[in-house]
């Protein structure tokens, strides 16, 4: 492989690294939001229910708009604990709504204890969002940070086998025009092409 595929190599690789990283940002803030969205339109929907639920067996007593409530909260169990919860209501709701002060008491400590869940499964997302947040982060950083480093040794590597070579052959012709005919190219580049043009150069050299 000569100098310049070697060039055209380093770079190539370099930028498949880049689209690598690019690819996996997208993909890491992509499944940032919708499932914590999901879970957390759930929550509210149960706490609505729960809302009008005690409304209804507290205030209101509206039996219909309380079954109304607890058949959609039963539809929408998402959480551990919500379904017991929810069964708890389920039992004892008719008692409660025909006078039952103990069962009326169970069912809003039921009802309290459903709306209880889905905060803190709400206030779970919330932390969860931030160390995904945090997590999408490192995603980016951490490869960035490796591509960083293959830049700068990318860089060295040119700069021991073309940038100083090149700047050796400048000082040679550089001392010769200045009346320093003893100056000589070295042979010690790690490259064939430039050395080839470094013997050539104190041939020319050496003839004159």
Not at 12 to 35: D, H, N
Not at 147 to 166: H, M, N, Q, S, V
Request: glycine fraction near 4%; hydrophobic fraction near 40%.
């Amino acid at each position: 492989m000569n100098f310049s595929e070697k060039i055209y190599l380093y770079f190539i690789v370099l930028l498949i690294c880049s689209t690598i990283i690019t690819f996996a940002g997208i993909y890491g803030f992509q499944q940032l939001e919708p499932s914590i969205n999901m879970l957390n339109s759930s929550n509210t929907q149960s706490l609505y229910y729960a809302e009008q639920m005690l409304t209804s067996i507290s205030v209101k007593k509206d039996l219909k708009k309380f079954e109304q409530n607890l058949l959609l909260a039963e539809k929408n169990i998402t959480e551990d604990g919500e379904k017991k919860a929810v069964d708890g209501i389920a039992s004892d709701y008719k008692s409660a709504f025909q006078g039952n002060k103990y069962l009326e008491e169970e069912t809003i400590n039921d009802i309290a204890e459903l709306a209880r869940i889905n905060r803190l499964a709400m206030e779970q997302a919330g932390v969860k969002a931030k160390q995904q947040q945090a997590i999408g982060v490192w995603i980016i950083l951490f490869p960035s940070v490796f591509i960083w480093i293959i830049g700068l040794a990318l860089l060295k590597r040119l700069d021991r086998t073309f940038i100083k070579p090149i700047q050796e052959l400048n000082n040679v012709i550089f001392e010769y025009n200045k009346g320093n005919y003893m100056r000589r190219c070295p042979s010690v580049t790690v490259t064939k092409e430039l050395q080839q043009l470094y013997d050539g150069i104190n041939v020319i050299l050496d003839n004159k």
